[in-house]
């Protein structure tokens, strides 16, 4: 999935272990996951991470780097961002404990 604009070019790739945890979640979060991703191919990151409905966070200890986004009250997809070639990387899908 490779989108150009001007000088920069998105693209998003799906981890092997998300793809593994895509398998076992529930038809509406994979819905909304492509969603997102139809949305930051369309919009570019930068614009998504405005939309406060999908808590787009950095996030901190063992996950520095890292950042998640809210696909659900529940369920969070773990991403990570090489700047340099505007690539994201969805890394895990997960159900968020409370």
Do not use: C, F
């Not at 604009?5 to 979060?29: F, T």
């Not at 969603?35 to 996950?63: C, F, M, S, T």
């Amino acid at each position: 999935m490779a989108i150009q604009w001007g000088w920069e070019v998105n693209e998003i790739v799906i981890s092997q272990v998300a793809l593994r945890d895509l398998k076992k979640m529930p038809r509406e979060i994979i819905d909304q996951l492509e969603y997102w991703i139809e949305l930051v191919e369309k919009n570019g990151i930068a614009e998504i991470r405005k939309i406060k409905g999908y808590h787009d966070e950095p996030l901190q200890g063992d996950r520095k780097g890292q950042r998640s986004v809210r696909l659900s009250r529940s369920y969070r997809a773990i991403y990570v961002q090489d700047k340099a070639r505007v690539l994201i990387t969805i890394i895990e899908i997960h159900k968020h404990k409370y």
